[in-house]
């Protein structure tokens, strides 16, 4: 997932239940997807800088067995 830029006063709160950063967001998509991820054993995280080219990328791991 690709979206805007994420400052780095907020980074530590992009996975909490209900935080959102935009007027017409909910705040739960990415806890949602964090936790699914971790129930199958996989993980989510915004990529530090140098791995992302613009704006805010997010890598979804699941284990393959």
């Keep these: 997932m690709t979206g805007p830029r994420i400052p780095e006063a907020n980074r ?3 996975f909490e ?4 950063s935009t007027d ?3 705040g739960i998509g990415l ?5 699914l991820l971790e129930n199958y054993g996989g993980s989510i ?3 530090e ?3 992302a080219d613009d704006g805010a990328t997010f890598i979804a ?3 393959l067995a």
């Design 61 to 63: 791991t699941l284990p």
């Design 12 to 14: 530590d709160r992009v």
């Design 49 to 51: 800088d140098d791995e």
């Design 31 to 35: 806890s949602l997807a964090d936790r």
């Design 24 to 26: 017409n967001g909910t």
């Design 45 to 47: 995280r915004l990529a």
């Design 17 to 20: 239940h209900g935080w959102t």
